[in-house]
């Protein structure tokens, strides 16, 4: 079994900060890319940030460049994502992805969060 637990939301005033974190737990021998999505109601969910460990690299939206950061701690098999300068449109639930490699049954599979609720308003 493998679990992805996030934390960290909660309700935020426009131009307000939250940092959320997403650990990855189980039967884990591996992780590769690790994301962050979102999904605000009566909307299709959207990719917000993402992390690749080979080379370090990261992606944003467009709509949270130069706001929201994605960091990794490798060793803890967790990542963040800092928030800020935080808008309306920024609510939503807000779930981590990550592709995980298990021992057995020596594969990689894809595995989603439950997510946390981030509300934005005054």
């Known amino acids: 079994q493998v679990q992805l637990v996030e934390s960290g939301g909660g309700l935020v005033q426009p131009g307000g900060s939250l940092r959320l974190s997403c650990v990855v737990s189980?039967?884990?021998?591996?992780?590769?890319?690790m994301a962050w999505y979102r999904q605000a109601p009566g909307k299709e969910r959207e990719l917000v940030a993402t992390?690749?460990?080979?080379?370090?690299?990261?992606n944003y939206a467009d709509s949270v460049k130069d706001r929201f950061t994605i960091s990794r701690d490798m060793a803890k098999n967790t990542i963040y994502l800092q928030m800020n300068d935080l808008k309306p449109e920024g609510t939503a639930v807000y779930c981590c992805n990550a592709d995980v490699y298990r021992v057995p049954p020596e594969r990689w599979s894809n595995y989603w969060g439950q997510g946390t609720q981030v509300t934005v308003s005054s």
């Open positions: 189980g039967d884990v021998f591996s992780v590769n890319t």
């Open positions: 992390h690749i460990p080979a080379g370090d690299r990261t």
